[in-house]
């Protein structure tokens, strides 16, 4: 029998498939219970935007239609809201798909990347899978200020000759840490120029307006930066894979020579294009995520329970022991949340922030399990 996985390329051989979680009807008949609520994956409980719904059912007769392959209307919309050219702009089948462009683009057997322990599994995925060398740099620890965040100055310390992508998550998932602007701009300035720096955005839109880090203010400073978003998070369009990533138009146009035409589906980019403009419907979803954190953080501290503070639309929880006993007994209360063993925290659970009766629900089958 013909052993097709030594056929593969040697980067693609060494990596493990993506193990989804189970449907929620599947886990319904499984446990024979109902009303499973998902609190696993960071969707936003609201669901998408009305503005985005409006747009879709427009959409529906156009189906047998290819979509826009230049995906103009969405260009033009993220270009007027960043204030930069469209020729900036590169989409992609949720920000994941332009990740794996870049590494495709520019990486090498011959080259490296560096990411942060603790930090999003596409990113050495992507790298190992066009056979290049991936660095990543231990994370900082639970007593930091910022604990399990990036370690700047460690991630500087790596760069070398065959350096060719930083890849660095802000705020990072699945921890919630976040980087200030200070250290990190201080960090982009000090990276050579030949080196890309890739800031990962998609759950910029949760941090508050006082705090948040908008990147894509610093593309007219550093021709080596690109930033990457998402639809799929606080726009709640998960289920049409739509993203993109800012950057000097001349790394976009290495970008799309190996795009496909047809990344994004008309759908898709319908709803992303009013999506954008429904300021209403952040605000709203930003209000709900907020309420909904204060209240797991403080259920979380009335069990002695430590967690990272948060700058994304999820916690991270640390029960002090193996997770997956206590992941099964919520499970069986009705309540899906994610393991993160497979991130190297095996003790931890990531928890979604839900809609305001999800987390009432949430803390008090934590307090069941842990009080």
Not at 19 to 27: A, F, R
Request: with cysteine; hydrophobic share 45%; proline share 6%.
């Amino acid at each position: 029998m013909t052993d097709f996985k030594k056929m593969a390329v040697p980067g693609v051989q060494k990596l493990n498939p993506y193990i989804p979680g189970k449907p929620i009807s599947e886990l319904e008949r499984e446990l024979g219970i109902q009303n499973i609520i998902k609190l696993a994956s960071n969707e936003n409980p609201l669901g998408p935007s009305p503005l985005a719904m409006q747009a879709i059912k427009a959409e529906m007769s156009e189906l047998a239609l290819y979509p826009d392959g230049n995906g103009f209307e969405l260009k033009k919309a993220l270009a007027e809201k960043h204030g930069i050219d469209m020729s900036c702009i590169t989409l992609g089948n949720g920000s994941n798909d332009v990740l794996v462009l870049l590494a495709e683009a520019f990486l090498s057997p011959e080259h490296n990347a560096i990411y942060s322990q603790y930090s999003f599994a596409v990113y050495p995925i992507a790298i190992q899978a066009v056979g290049a060398q991936h660095q990543m740099i231990d994370a900082t620890s639970w007593d930091d200020e910022m604990p399990l965040g990036c370690d700047l100055p460690a991630m500087k310390a790596a760069i070398n000759e065959q350096t060719r992508l930083i890849f660095i998550a802000n705020p990072n998932n699945p921890t919630g840490s976040f980087l200030g602007q200070d250290e990190l701009l201080a960090f982009i300035k000090s990276v050579p120029q030949d080196v890309i720096v890739v800031l990962d955005e998609a759950y910029l839109e949760y941090s508050s307006v006082e705090e948040r880090v908008d990147g894509s203010l610093w593309l007219n400073e550093f021709e080596n930066l690109v930033i990457t978003r998402t639809f799929s998070k606080a726009y709640g369009l998960a289920g049409f894979r739509v993203g993109y990533c800012l950057s000097n138009p001349d790394i976009a146009n290495v970008l799309n020579r190996i795009r496909q035409p047809f990344n994004v589906n008309s759908l898709a980019l319908a709803a992303a294009t009013a999506a954008i403009k429904d300021d209403e419907f952040l605000a709203k979803s930003m209000a709900v995520n907020a309420k909904g954190m204060k209240l797991l953080a403080a259920s979380c501290d009335r069990l002695g329970l430590r967690f990272v503070p948060s700058k994304g639309n999820f916690l991270l929880v640390d029960f002090a022991q193996d997770a997956m006993p206590i992941y099964q007994q919520m499970l069986e209360l009705g309540v899906i949340t994610r393991p993160v063993a497979n991130y190297g925290l095996p003790n931890c659970l990531r928890i979604t922030i839900g809609s305001e009766e999800e987390m009432q629900r949430m803390t008090t089958v934590l307090e069941q399990v842990c009080g």
